[in-house]
């Protein structure tokens, strides 16, 4: 998991996922222009929403990608991928992975899944 962190407080507003060593996945709320912080700082692999550890790293996002699609009054399609300036080192052991190689196609409706964050439910 990655913190995405206000520049100036250095709170944290929202998480995001490492897909591959210099790929993150987040909502778009939280990186797109007109709501976000387009290219956020992310603290990657050390600690929780609330506190960072030692082994939290710093990742400048260099480019953002938000879904074509976003609809942000419905936060349809509401999904935007990170590039980031380096590899994460937390990556070395293994990255959570959305898709294995090979699983391109969409999941049956009803395939079961599992969501990880720090954000609401409600």
């Not at 507003?13 to 387009?38: D, H, N, R, Y």
């Not at 990556?91 to 009803?110: F, K, M, N, Y």
């Amino acid at each position: 998991m990655c913190s995405i962190r206000t520049s100036g407080q250095n709170q944290h507003f929202c998480g995001a996922t490492l897909i591959s060593p210099q790929l993150a996945i987040t909502s778009a709320f939280c990186v797109a222009a007109a709501t976000g912080v387009p290219n956020p700082l992310l603290w990657c692999g050390g600690g929780s929403s609330d506190q960072l550890t030692a082994e939290a790293e710093p990742l400048q996002a260099v480019a953002t990608t938000v879904h074509e699609c976003y609809r942000r009054q419905t936060y349809l399609n509401g999904v935007a991928v990170l590039q980031l300036n380096a590899s994460a080192r937390s990556a070395q052991h293994g990255v959570p992975s959305l898709l294995r190689p090979g699983e391109l196609d969409p999941p049956p409706t009803g395939y079961p899944f599992t969501a990880v964050g720090w954000g609401l439910t409600k």
